[in-house]
């Protein structure tokens, strides 16, 4: 059984920064998939970074591109979001998913959120 935990999130002033983390067990940081997604009130949910150690690519939306880095530590099986430059608009309730592949992550297992507020 897969089961990821976030934790990091808070409150935040606009241009302030935050990190992330998601770790748990049933999957591997530097095997699978791992990365976020993001859902604000009344808003669809966004994928906005993925990282694969298999083929080596770390991916990210163009909403966060040059402002979130995914980072991870295989040896305590985490991986971390570094949030930086955080804008009102990136409040939102944010996502760990792991899953075989970047392509397939929103079909995969979900953490239970953490919740993330900017304030201008």
């Known amino acids: 059984e897969v089961q990821l935990v976030e934790s990091g999130g808070g409150l935040v002033q606009a241009g302030g920064s935050l990190r992330l983390s998601c770790t748990g067990s049933?999957?591997?940081?530097?095997?699978?998939?791992v990365g976020w997604f993001r859902q604000a009130p009344g808003q669809e949910r966004e994928a906005i970074a993925c990282?694969?150690?298999?083929?080596?690519?770390?991916y990210y939306s163009a909403s966060v591109r040059g402002r979130f880095t995914i980072s991870i530590d295989s040896a305590k099986n985490t991986q971390f979001l570094q949030m930086s430059s955080l804008k009102p608009e990136d409040t939102a309730v944010y996502y760990c998913?792991?899953?075989?592949?970047?392509?397939?992550?929103?079909?995969?297992?979900w953490g239970q959120g953490t919740q993330v507020t900017v304030s201008s």
């Open positions: 998913v792991t899953a075989p592949d970047c392509g397939r992550l929103v079909l995969g297992s």
């Open positions: 990282n694969s150690e298999s083929d080596g690519r770390a």
């Open positions: 049933g999957f591997a940081v530097d095997e699978d998939a």
